[in-house]
């Protein structure tokens, strides 16, 4: 009986709603009606719910990527100082006065970004374990033009560097800051047009971004032609191209 009289209301109440009418029911159905009100909302509001709920799902999701090539210009240089000997104490008076010679001599030089990125000083053991002296050593970087990097390399040997740890062949930040931008213009456009294709396939077409991610940090390739060789005074050092890349991943509703 109360299933039947339930029924009857939510029938009453969405003819109501529907043509406009009003009048006034019996007092038992309008306690009924209170009990099974919120039924009857959720009822009436179920079908814009699932045409919500169907258009949030109509979504692609794709991926761009787009790399842009520029010249390396610039050469990073990682070299050192090193020296050994018997006592601590002279061990490190010497890296001083060598490391002094070698930074004054580079500060002359048209360079950037010259710093110190280490300073050690550690025991050397003999094959007994015995104590035979110490190892001192700094380690320097500094950024120049790749035109200028071979004679300033073999300067900086001929006043005190002992090694030449890593030479690295790269474009100045602006200019990769630049390339980075054009790689993610790329990756948009690239993403869309993947987008495009698979809808246009299906007989669909795009509507809106909803959602977009970069993917990471920006990638880096190095691409070097010629070679790097320390033995001769004046070696060469040819920079090559530089490939900035960039990924993005857009949510796509159609």
Same mark, same amino acid.
Request: glycine share 8%; with cysteine.
């Given at each position: 009986?109360?299933?039947?009289?339930?029924?009857?209301?939510?029938?009453?109440? $969405?003819?109501?709603?529907?043509?406009?009418?009003?009048? =006034?029911?019996? #007092?038992?159905?309008?306690?009924?009606?209170? /009990?099974?009100?919120?039924? &009857?909302?959720?009822?009436?509001?179920?079908? *814009?719910?699932?045409?919500?709920? $169907?258009?949030?799902?109509?979504?692609?999701? !794709? %991926?761009?990527?787009?790399?842009?090539?520029?010249?390396?210009?610039?050469?990073?240089?990682?070299? @050192?100082?090193?020296?050994? @000997?018997?006592?601590?104490?002279?061990?490190?008076?010497?890296?001083?006065?060598?490391?002094?010679?070698?930074?004054?001599?580079?500060?002359?030089?048209?360079?950037?970004?010259?710093?110190?990125?280490?300073?050690? +000083? =550690?025991?050397?053991?003999?094959?007994? %374990?015995?104590?035979?002296?110490? #190892?001192?050593?700094?380690?320097?970087?500094?950024?120049?033009?790749?035109?200028? =990097?071979?004679? !300033?390399?073999?300067?900086?040997?001929?006043?005190? &560097?002992?090694?030449?740890?890593?030479? %690295?062949?790269?474009?100045?930040? /602006?200019?990769?800051?630049?390339?980075?931008?054009?790689?993610?213009?790329?990756? =948009?456009?690239?993403?869309?047009?993947?987008?495009?294709?698979?809808?246009?396939?299906?007989?669909?077409?795009?509507? *809106?971004?909803?959602?977009?991610? +970069?993917?990471?940090?920006?990638?880096?390739?190095?691409?070097?032609?010629?070679?790097? &060789?320390?033995?001769?005074?004046?070696?060469?050092? !040819?920079?090559?191209?530089? $490939?900035?890349?960039?990924?993005?991943?857009?949510?796509?509703?159609?």
């Amino acid at each position: 009986m109360t299933r039947s009289l339930g029924q009857t209301w939510l029938q009453t109440q $969405t003819k109501r709603l529907v043509c406009g009418v009003t009048s =006034s029911i019996a #007092t038992s159905g309008l306690m009924l009606g209170a /009990a099974i009100a919120p039924l &009857a909302a959720q009822f009436i509001a179920m079908p *814009e719910v699932i045409a919500l709920t $169907t258009i949030q799902e109509r979504t692609i999701s !794709v %991926s761009g990527n787009g790399s842009v090539a520029i010249p390396s210009t610039h050469a990073v240089v990682r070299l @050192g100082v090193e020296v050994q @000997g018997r006592d601590a104490a002279s061990v490190q008076a010497q890296l001083a006065a060598q490391s002094n010679t070698l930074v004054d001599w580079l500060k002359k030089q048209a360079l950037e970004d010259l710093q110190t990125q280490s300073i050690s +000083l =550690s025991p050397r053991y003999g094959r007994n %374990s015995e104590l035979i002296g110490y #190892t001192a050593s700094t380690t320097l970087t500094f950024r120049t033009a790749i035109a200028d =990097s071979g004679k !300033v390399i073999d300067g900086a040997v001929k006043n005190g &560097a002992t090694r030449i740890n890593n030479i %690295s062949l790269t474009a100045t930040p /602006a200019a990769i800051q630049e390339a980075r931008k054009q790689a993610l213009i790329l990756a =948009s456009q690239n993403a869309q047009a993947e987008a495009d294709i698979v809808l246009g396939a299906l007989g669909l077409s795009r509507r *809106e971004i909803i959602g977009i991610q +970069l993917q990471g940090a920006p990638s880096f390739q190095f691409a070097t032609r010629g070679g790097i &060789a320390m033995e001769a005074p004046g070696a060469p050092i !040819v920079g090559g191209e530089q $490939t900035i890349s960039a990924f993005v991943t857009m949510q796509i509703r159609y």
